[in-house]
């Protein structure tokens, strides 16, 4: 056990103290599911989670801060990664876009105004004629944006995408994936704030999981 997990171990327990008897009243096909069998990982001593979302939907763009103010606490023992859900011919061509943002360093800092501005501004960032010009004008290099948006590289990221829906059974978003055990989203839990409260839930009884090993 790492001394980030060990430093995780002891603040989920001050934080989450008051959630025991919260978790008994959560039940499992309403406000989460227990994915059987688990599904691995691959991050060591960090609990992984992984949110699936789609740029075009006004709930996961509702999520965002409540997001961001999650994970300005989670700490270090909690790896989390995005993965683009793709359903459509639309969400496709956001999942590209995420990709190909991420291969050039700039989606911590344009996946939020993406959101933003496709669905406040009403930018139609699903379209490629679209996007291609938000990113130039928000400082990224346009040619090799397109290049990577093409690419064979990214069609694959896409693609992986596409399996990861079905390996983990996510029917909706924005849903949660709990270190390959449990997944939630805003439909099951009732909502956005209420989804993110059955996160926090369920990676406390993650966490006494792992200390059990």
């Not at 449990?182 to 200390?211: D, N």
Request: aromatic letters at 10%; proline letters at 4%.
């Amino acid at each position: 056990m790492t001394a980030h997990f060990s430093r995780f171990v002891v603040i989920a327990a001050a934080a989450f103290a008051g959630t025991s008897a919260q978790a008994q009243q959560l039940v499992p096909g309403r406000d989460y599911q227990e994915l059987s069998p688990p599904r691995a990982v691959a991050t060591g001593d960090r609990i992984e989670v992984i949110e699936f979302f789609y740029y075009g939907c006004p709930v996961c763009y509702e999520s965002q801060p409540h997001i961001a103010k999650w994970l300005a606490k989670a700490g270090p023992a909690i790896a989390m990664a995005r993965v683009p859900a793709v359903f459509t011919e639309s969400s496709e061509s956001f999942a590209r876009t995420f990709y190909a943002l991420g291969a050039m360093n700039e989606i911590a800092r344009l996946h939020w105004p993406i959101y933003d501005n496709h669905h406040f501004d009403g930018r139609q960032l699903n379209e490629e004629k679209n996007v291609v010009a938000w990113v130039a004008g928000n400082g990224v290099d346009a040619k090799r944006f397109q290049e990577l948006w093409h690419s064979a590289e990214i069609k694959a990221k896409v693609e992986a995408s596409k399996k990861a829906l079905e390996l983990y059974g996510v029917k909706g978003v924005p849903s949660f994936v709990i270190d390959g055990k449990y997944l939630t989203s805003a439909r099951m839990a009732g909502g956005v704030k209420e989804m993110m409260r059955v996160v926090e839930i369920l990676l406390e009884r993650a966490a006494a999981e792992r200390r059990k090993k």
